[in-house]
């Protein structure tokens, strides 16, 4: 029962890590950010996002002339410092 459970939590990270990738690149391209899937992967993402963004505004890294968001980079280091820990187990 564990195992599955390990399995499904790596997966779901594995997942998590993935939309966060897309949705970096859709930020980068031109296209409706009001759409509909568009939305729902921001609605996905955002609530790890945001966490990540609030303690990089309030770090000596952040501020009002940050250029760069590097949330989506931190969350992506940490979903896939998780996979590494939770392989073994499956």
């Known amino acids: 029962m564990t195992v599955l459970f390990i399995r499904a939590l790596y ?20 296209i409706n950010h009001g759409s509909f899937l568009v939305r729902l992967l ?8 945001v966490p990540i963004r609030t303690m990089i505004k309030k770090s000596i890294f952040g501020g009002a002339n940050m250029a760069l968001d590097f949330s989506p980079f931190i969350a ?14 499956m």
């Not at 779901?12 to 939309?19: A, D, G, H, N, R």
């Not at 992506?76 to 187990?89: D, E, F, K, S, V």
């Open 11 to 30: 997966y779901f990270l594995v997942i998590l890590s993935t939309l966060i990738v897309v949705s970096a690149l859709i930020s980068w391209l031109p």
């Open 42 to 49: 921001h609605s996905i993402i955002d609530p790890i996002l």
């Open 76 to 89: 992506y280091l940490i979903l896939t410092t998780l996979q590494n820990y939770l392989r073994p187990y």
